[in-house]
């Protein structure tokens, strides 16, 4: 069964420091998707990252990094030199692609707090 | 920039009443989604819909919950019977491509459901 875990469940950074948020996943696909998802204080879900199963690149996005790392089932995010409109509950997620279900699986999320 | 649109952004309901939630996922998307946030809770996957049948249900979506696309635009969440733990955010979501994963879901702001 899938499952997506994030451990951090609050992290608190002074502004402008780096901050890296841990996700690990299980999967049984061996094609599948994986997603980052920041839901500010307002509450909307904004969308940040796909990541598929076959491309191990690691990406940068201005201060925002993934590394996504297969043998570990690790999918990490880095915020560089933090702000505080980076305060958000950040989620990690997982699509299956050979169940046939095209549905999320999110992790519990991390509580960012970027302090001034 | 397009975008999901959700209406009533909060609804109070009496417990036993039912309540409809609206959507109105991106014009050219054909797969729509809603998820279910409770309080302080991860997101967990209800529904998801294309080509106007359920693809996919959660363990949560029983027979108290229906979806329907009533006209070319709108996409209904109906909750029969509400139950005080029916109470979170629940957001829609659609997606463009019919290949699975393939594409990220974009979310829509979300509409506050509380049950009194």
């Known amino acids: 069964a899938q499952k997506v875990t994030q451990a951090q469940t609050e992290i608190s950074v002074v502004e402008k420091e780096d901050v890296t948020l841990d996700c690990v996943y299980e999967?049984?696909?061996?094609?599948?998707?994986l997603f980052w998802y920041k839901q500010p204080p307002s509450g909307e879900l904004v969308f940040l990252i796909r990541?598929?199963?076959?491309?191990?690149q690691n990406e940068i996005s201005g201060r925002y990094s993934w590394n996504f790392q297969k043998s570990t089932s690790s999918f990490n995010f880095t915020i560089t030199a933090s702000q505080v409109v980076d305060s958000a509950v950040y989620f990690c997620?997982?699509?299956?692609?050979?169940?046939?279900?095209?549905?999320?699986?999110f992790g519990t999320g991390t509580r960012l707090t970027v302090i001034p | 920039e397009p975008e999901v649109t959700q209406t009533p952004s909060h609804q109070v309901t009496q417990m036993g009443q039912e309540v409809i939630l609206r959507c109105v996922p991106i014009?050219?998307?054909?797969?729509f989604y809603w998820y279910r946030q409770i309080l302080g809770q991860k997101v967990e996957f209800l529904v998801s819909?294309?080509?106007?049948?359920?693809?996919?249900k959660s363990e949560i979506f029983d027979d108290q919950f229906s979806v329907e696309r009533p006209d070319g635009s709108n996409f209904t969440l109906k909750i029969r019977s509400t139950k005080l733990e029916d109470s979170a955010m629940y957001f829609c979501?659609?997606?463009?491509?019919?290949?699975?994963?393939?594409?990220?879901?974009?979310f829509g702001d979300g509409t506050r459901l509380s049950i009194l």
């Open positions: 819909f294309y080509n106007n049948e359920i693809s996919e």
């Open positions: 999967t049984r696909d061996t094609t599948y998707y």
């Open positions: 014009s050219n998307h054909l797969y």
């Open positions: 997620a997982l699509s299956e692609v050979q169940t046939g279900a095209n549905n999320l699986f």
């Open positions: 979501a659609s997606s463009e491509s019919r290949r699975r994963g393939n594409q990220p879901q974009h």
């Open positions: 990541r598929n199963s076959f491309d191990e």
